[in-house]
């Protein structure tokens, strides 16, 4: 792509522009498809025909996927946190009261799975609201995806789509 304010030619998509220190696509000065000169009223590339302006263009932006993904991640690990710390507290009571030595021990055992899910869950989506560490960030997905999979789904896609807005 090229920068919108400058007119340099990008490697990939970055987020400012290390010629200018822009937003390239926050620019009206050039096409971002081929670089010809365009005006801020420009909305159809007269060279390449691409569409310069209007919603494609702030379609294309997504920089509100990693927030959106990493706050899915935390609406499907903390509730999950705090339902695996009381099942592990109550089978373990439960496994206490059958008297069975080592019952309550493996009883607790039971919810710890649970309890790691929901914190990898909760520390990715930590990281991808900071759109910091993408791989961290697709593991909370992934694990917000065992703890409550009607939230994970979006939340992987949302990383995978946004992550060119991670460091
Ligand atoms: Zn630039
Ligand atoms: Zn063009």
Do not use: Q, Y
């Amino acid at each position: 792509m090229f920068c919108r304010n400058c007119g340099k030619e990008l490697t990939g998509s970055p987020e400012i522009c290390p010629e200018c220190g822009a937003k390239p696509m926050r620019g009206t000065s050039f096409c971002p498809n081929c670089g010809a000169p365009t005006t801020e009223l420009t909305e159809i590339c007269p060279k390449c025909g691409a569409r310069v302006a209007g919603k494609v263009a702030e379609k294309a932006d997504g920089a509100w996927m990693p927030l959106t993904a990493g706050i899915l991640d935390l609406v499907a690990g903390v509730p999950t946190l705090i339902i695996g710390i009381l099942l592990a507290a109550g089978l373990g009571a439960l496994g206490r009261l059958s008297g069975i030595v080592g019952f309550g021990a493996l009883m607790g055992a039971i919810a710890t799975p649970l309890i790691i899910f929901a914190i990898i869950a909760i520390v990715g989506g930590v990281f991808a609201i900071r759109k910091r560490t993408w791989g961290l960030a697709l593991a909370g997905s992934i694990f917000a995806l065992f703890c409550a999979w009607i939230f994970g789904i979006p939340a992987i896609v949302f990383t995978v789509m946004g992550k060119k807005h991670f460091r």
